[in-house]
């Protein structure tokens, strides 16, 4: 089974509106971290946000937000006020078990390619 | 602000060749990871370092694979004999151990193997 799914291999967005990325995860272990990153064109991977499995709040980094539901396994990120400069592919990814103990390699989804309109 | 860093970024080499790449950890990073991405794909684990170690390679490391951190700075990974199947882009990661443990990645070098 896959452990991060992202089911929308593209989204389209006009400036200055928000738009939502899914995620969802599949994990039997209580401890776990998501992130997301962007990926422009030229490769770089960035990242943007972190959610730990413990977090009582949905993370938030300036214009990104996580819209982290724990029972449904979503974690979808959330952009506001999209720019130009948002058009990339974003990836969810996930570490599971603790970041202290021996897990600490990330597993991504296949991304989505999001595409903003002037 | 020195970030990771990858050299080559992009190496074109005939099958059967041997590539060696190399990455450049943020300094105070103790932790590395290598990564492989195909097209239309998200990035695929290869292997990790902390500090000189390398505590895990993925069954996706063949032994054709071969990856080292001598000191605990900056680290190579060799393939030999490459095979069109390698064509890819190999990504390089650093962290500190801490409660994110936040893995930056550097620019990548995309390999095409002729």
């Known amino acids: 089974a896959q452990k991060i799914t992202q089911t929308q291999p593209g989204m389209f967005v006009q400036e200055k509106e928000a738009v939502t990325l899914d995620c969802t995860y599949d994990?039997?272990?209580?401890?776990?971290?998501l992130f997301w990153y962007k990926q422009p064109s030229s490769g770089e991977m960035i990242f943007l946000i972190y959610q730990g499995s413990y977090d009582q709040q949905n993370a938030t980094e300036g214009r990104y937000s996580l819209n982290f539901q724990k029972a449904r396994k979503s974690a979808n990120l959330v952009i506001s006020a999209s720019q130009l400069g948002d058009s990339a592919m974003y990836f969810c990814?996930?570490?599971?078990?603790?970041?202290?103990?021996?897990?600490?390699?990330?597993?991504f989804g296949k991304g989505t390619l999001l595409t903003v309109n002037p | 602000d020195t970030g990771v860093s990858q050299d080559p970024r992009h190496k074109i080499t005939k099958r059967g060749q041997n590539v060696t790449f190399r990455c450049d950890p943020i300094s105070e990073h103790n932790r590395l990871y290598w990564y492989r991405q195909t097209l239309g794909q998200g990035p695929e684990f290869l292997t990790y370092f902390q500090n000189e170690a390398q505590l895990e390679k993925s069954r996706l490391l063949s032994d054709r694979f071969s990856a080292e951190r001598p000191k605990g700075s900056f680290s190579t990974l060799e393939i030999q004999r490459t095979e069109q199947g390698d064509s890819a882009m190999y990504l390089c990661?650093?962290?500190?151990?801490?409660?994110?443990?936040?893995?930056?990645f550097g620019p990548g070098t995309r390999l095409t193997v002729l």
């Open positions: 990661a650093s962290s500190l151990m801490g409660q994110k443990n936040e893995q930056f």
């Open positions: 994990t039997s272990d209580p401890s776990y971290g």
């Open positions: 990814a996930m570490r599971e078990g603790r970041s202290g103990g021996s897990n600490y390699k990330l597993t």
